[in-house]
């Protein structure tokens, strides 16, 4: 096999060069040649399901403001065959900003007005009501004038949308408001908790009208929150809800997509891709509508080897490395495995008939591993101390035993303590009921622990290793634990 025809430097570059934030921020801008459009994200994008769930780094915050972008809403409406979008105008109707939007509050606005004793459902009506006014050609006031205006009108948020309906509808047109970020409501959990659950009423009260919709991107321990939910009528979109996530053959099309943005991965990878025979696995202009899995398969042996070592004993590369880098709900975050493969080409050997090898994964997967736990230490402040109260126990182990660490450790008293100068270190669940019971089921939730079928308690790799947590016959932790 003629190999020195392949640059496998410039795609070991290209991967190395992929640029990965740790999160899409508030008002990011995103183009059309950066939307990889996986195939299992359809129902994220039907206007008729209101709510999507997902994980840190599984994508809320970039569809969020991938929906803003009329080129990539073309785009998003040709490829999931959701013609609609080409005609729908979305707004900003939340997103945790703290800069000043046209329609969507600040979070500092949020909390104001909560401290004004003004109620969760004309806060979000008032949104609703400006976005409508402008829609419509009507004079747009400040969040407090509308509220004080649907105050002295009860009939003005029906009527204002009413209107708004039959005029989209004439026209064939539709309205979407988006909302993100809902855990930045506020600074605890109740208040945060109360404009959520009057958000999703009033989602549920928009499938009244044919053509306005809210599109709310939830993390999975609020969705696991059951006081959340505790209205009549709650599993209209409970049920009806999309969970975020990505299967593995999206994440190597998302991969191979990155290193096709290259301007000297692009030719390299092609090249490689025509030499194997596999051309079809490239996702050309970000589509992923692949019925084949054996192509990619081809072209990512290509790129890293077959083998996780000298044999297929060690596991073969195209299901080890997202097998490895999942949580304890088998999914694994884009970013996440972006991270493994740049650190990877990163690695020191580098190999001359491929881009990376067994070696140089085993190291991206070990680094993504730790910053993947860390981004999740942020996010949901009370996996720290949860895990660290593990540190040299083995497991899988029992819930007697897992509780018994946490009461030793005083993890909860923790928690709380943390919890009083920030909301989000601690699980909204743990905010109603304080016991080792609620924060397992808030560990769950998150995906860092999993209760099996025999009851036992099991920690992924991904975390394990690197909260260094023992399992016997797994992963060796690394000595400096």
């Not at 126990?393 to 943390?418: C, G, H, S, Y």
């Not at 905010?431 to 025999?454: C, G, I, K, P």
């Amino acid at each position: 096999m003629n190999t020195a025809a392949i640059a496998f430097a410039d795609i070991r570059r290209a991967m190395a060069e992929f640029d990965l934030a740790s999160r899409v921020e508030p008002n990011t801008p995103i183009s059309a040649d950066r939307a990889f459009l996986p195939a299992g994200h359809r129902g994220v994008l039907d206007l008729r399901r209101q709510l999507v769930v997902g994980n840190r780094g599984m994508g809320k915050s970039f569809w969020t403001h991938a929906l803003l972008n009329q080129e990539v809403r073309n785009k998003l409406a040709e490829h999931y065959q959701h013609a609609e979008l080409k005609t729908t105008e979305v707004k900003l109707g939340f997103n945790g900003s703290i800069r000043t939007d046209d329609f969507a509050p600040t979070v500092d606005e949020v909390v104001q007005l909560q401290a004004e004793s003004v109620p969760a459902d004309l806060i979000w009506k008032g949104v609703f009501l400006r976005i409508a006014n402008a829609v419509t050609g009507q004079p747009v006031f400040n969040l407090t004038h509308s509220i004080a205006a649907l105050r002295s009108d009860p009939t003005l948020y029906s009527n204002v949308l009413s209107e708004l309906d039959r005029q989209l509808g004439a026209q064939r047109r539709h309205l979407l408001v988006v909302f993100d970020a809902l855990d930045r409501l506020g600074p605890d959990w109740n208040g945060i908790r109360d404009l959520s659950k009057a958000l999703l009423r009033l989602s549920i009260g928009l499938q009244s009208f044919r053509s306005i919709r809210a599109k709310i991107f939830m993390r999975v321990d609020q969705f696991a929150d059951r006081e959340l939910f505790m209205f009549p009528d709650s599993s209209k979109i409970r049920n009806d809800h999309v969970n975020l996530i990505w299967q593995p053959q999206e994440l190597y099309g998302l991969l191979l997509f990155e290193i096709l943005r290259n301007q000297r991965g692009k030719p390299a990878l092609h090249a490689l891709a025509a030499r194997e025979g596999a051309l079809a696995a490239l996702p050309i202009d970000g589509s992923d509508s692949m019925a084949d899995l054996e192509p990619q398969r081809k072209l990512v042996h290509a790129l890293a080897g077959e083998f996780m070592g000298s044999s297929k004993k060690r596991g073969l590369v195209y299901t080890w490395v997202p097998l490895h880098l999942s949580d304890a709900a088998n999914t694994c975050a884009p970013r996440t495995f972006l991270t493994a493969w740049k650190k990877a080409a990163e690695h020191s050997p580098a190999p001359v008939d491929r881009a990376v090898d067994h070696l140089s994964l085993l190291d991206g997967v070990r680094s993504a591993s730790q910053v993947r736990l860390n981004e999740l230490y942020e996010d949901y402040g009370w996996i720290r101390p949860s895990l660290e109260a593990l540190k040299r126990q083995l497991v899988p182990m029992t819930r007697n035993q897992l509780f018994q660490l946490w009461r030793d450790k005083r993890v909860i008293e923790t928690i709380q303590a943390t919890g009083n100068r920030q909301a989000q270190s601690v699980p909204a669940g743990l905010a109603a009921a304080s016991d080792s019971e609620a924060l397992l089921e808030a560990m769950v939730s998150v995906a860092v622990m999993e209760e099996r079928s025999n009851g036992k308690i099991n920690v992924p790799d991904i975390f394990r290793v690197e909260a260094g947590i023992l399992r016997k016959g797994g992963v060796a932790v690394p000595k400096r634990r």
